[in-house]
């Protein structure tokens, strides 16, 4: 089941962060209680779906997004490797961007790293487009209109 994030995710979440995007990033990250700090931060700016067995049960995904103007941006996306390629990447990115355009949100962005040639598949998958390359944060941003032209 897809929910809104409740605040005991919060750990489950950092340990998805933890265990499935830190090992794929090309940067340093802080260890355990500074790291833990800083995603609880994260995630309490915006909203965060979360994918659970069931109401009370452990994150197995979540999707964090924030909203700038008429843009929705996608901050973070992990499943549970256990739980991947069942489709909960696609299902939470579907309901962000539903989500978004009941925000107003035209556009939707994500920044991917640019060693991750999983994740820009996924994303091209879901019809967003490379926008720019920035190789000194070493990622690419990538977008996908929230409307019918």
């Known amino acids: 089941m897809i929910r809104w994030r409740q605040p005991r995710d919060d750990n489950g979440i950092v340990r998805l962060v933890k265990t499935q995007l830190v090992p794929l990033s090309p940067w340093q990250h802080p260890r355990d209680s500074r790291l833990h700090t800083q995603i609880t931060q994260r995630i309490r700016k915006g ?24 843009t929705l941006f996608i901050d973070l996306l992990a499943v549970d490797s256990r739980y991947q390629n069942m489709h909960w990447g696609t299902e939470l990115m579907a309901r962000a961007e539903q989500y978004g355009r009941k925000k107003g949100c035209m556009m939707s962005h994500v920044f991917v790293d640019d060693n991750n040639d999983r994740a820009l598949r996924f994303y091209h998958r879901l019809g967003y487009r490379t926008v720019r390359v920035i190789p000194d944060l070493k990622v690419i941003e990538l977008a996908k209109p929230l409307f019918d032209a």
């Open 47 to 70: 909203a965060t779906l979360v994918v659970a067995q069931s109401r009370r049960s452990e994150p197995i995904g979540f999707l964090h997004m924030e909203f700038r103007y008429k």
